[in-house]
Structure formats: structure tokens, C-alpha cells
């Protein structure tokens, strides 16, 4: 056997399931399957991460939020809360193969996804809003396009008419875009 079950359930492989790993062309040192004794996140480590991912600028952002459309201070606080540990349950299922088997998530992502599906591709497309400006009835966003051609940025002009934002105008400016 390639394995050694310990009592707390915990897998780890032994000197012969390294060397057959070892031989893989996938394989490298950072993708390899951590010893037990290097396993040293407790219940602990697991709440710090997760109060300090709750515990961020957009959470008081979001905090404000609903205190200004309504809310009191301590359904705010109850919202927050209740998302946040809806968010932990994957969180928790995400950290266990690691856990149990020693296993970094880029190996635990390729179970799902295949060894070049879980790698983001070279050539992505990426949208960021750069800024939205509101006074009353009027609007100006500002956005940018990025791929691998080049750079996008669109300029929108807003109006806002009963409940609904109305796109008024667009105009856009291209960065490096290269003919194909």
C-alpha cells in the first residue's frame, strides 16, 4: 500500500507513492501532496481566515448600505452575518481534500476541471468599472475593456427615468488594438 491512514483520518503518502508521483510529467515540488507533519492549519488558523475575510472594507461598505436603504443597525449586522457563514460552508468543503490528503487546490481544481482547464487562459478578456459618477437624475460611467488586442475604455452617459437608468450616449476609446 502507497498510503498510510492515520487515526484522525488523515492520508498520507508513503516513500513509494512519492516516487511513483515523482516520475509524472505534471509532477513538481509545489503541486506535491503535503506531509502530515507540515499539515499545521488548526480550527484556529480556519476562523482567523474566515473573520478576516468578513472583517473588510466592503463588508462596512455593504454595512452601510443597508442601513441607508432601511435597515437597522442590528439587521445590517444579522445580514452581514448570515451571508458570511453561508459562505463559510465552501470555504469548509474546499479546505478538506487538502486537509485529509495533503493536496494544494490547483490539484483539487484539476479533479473538476482537467489539468489545463483549471488554469486561467493566457488570453482572457477582462472588464473593470474605472469610476460611475451619479448627480440626481444624471450619470457618467467610465469603463475598460481589456483583451488580448488591446485596450477599451467606454465612456456611458446615463438618465435616469422613473425607476430605470437609460443608456443616453456611449463613446469609446481605443489603446493598442491591433488589426487582425
Excluded at 43 to 69: D, F
Excluded at 76 to 102: C, D, E, M, Q, R
Excluded at 139 to 150: C, I, L, S
Amino acid at each position: 500500500m502507497s498510503e498510510t491512514i492515520h487515526d484522525d483520518g488523515r492520508v498520507e503518502l508513503n516513500e513509494e507513492g512519492l516516487r511513483d508521483i515523482e516520475s509524472s510529467s505534471l509532477y513538481n515540488e509545489d503541486l506535491a501532496p503535503v506531509p502530515v507533519a507540515k499539515r499545521n492549519w488548526t480550527t484556529y488558523n480556519y476562523a482567523a481566515l474566515w473573520i478576516s475575510m468578513a472583517h473588510c472594507i466592503p463588508t462596512y461598505m455593504m454595512a452601510s448600505s443597508l442601513i441607508s436603504v432601511g435597515m437597522n443597525w442590528w439587521q445590517a449586522l444579522f445580514t452581514i452575518l448570515l451571508g458570511n457563514t453561508i459562505v463559510l460552508a465552501p470555504i469548509l468543503l474546499n479546505s478538506h481534500p487538502g486537509t485529509k490528503y495533503g493536496i494544494p487546490f490547483p490539484v483539487f481544481a484539476r479533479s473538476a476541471y482537467g489539468t489545463f482547464g483549471s488554469n486561467p487562459a493566457p488570453e482572457t478578456y477582462n472588464c473593470s468599472i474605472l469610476g460611475i459618477e451619479i448627480t440626481g437624475r444624471v450619470a457618467a460611467a467610465t469603463v475598460r475593456e481589456t483583451d488580448p488586442h488591446g485596450d477599451v475604455i467606454d465612456y456611458f452617459h446615463l438618465l435616469k427615468v422613473g425607476d430605470r437608468w437609460w443608456i443616453t450616449s456611449k463613446l469609446w476609446d481605443a489603446e493598442s488594438i491591433v488589426a487582425e
